[in-house]
């Protein structure tokens, strides 16, 4: 598992984001509405549907 948690930490900080959250979603199978996960920059938006997306 701790080679998961160096890797996704790694991944996490590389690209800016949340890296306590990631590490806690590897150890605890941790979630978070959409909502959640933009509040605590573990995604950059939310898109209603790929049109809103592209």
């Keep these: 598992m701790n080679d998961a948690v160096s890797y996704i930490r790694g991944l996490a900080e590389a690209h800016g984001r949340n890296a306590d959250w990631a590490e ?18 573990v995604i950059d938006l939310i898109a209603a549907d790929e049109a809103e997306l592209l």
């Design 24 to 41: 806690k979603a590897v150890r605890e199978a941790a979630t978070l509405t959409a909502t959640e996960a933009l509040e605590m920059n």
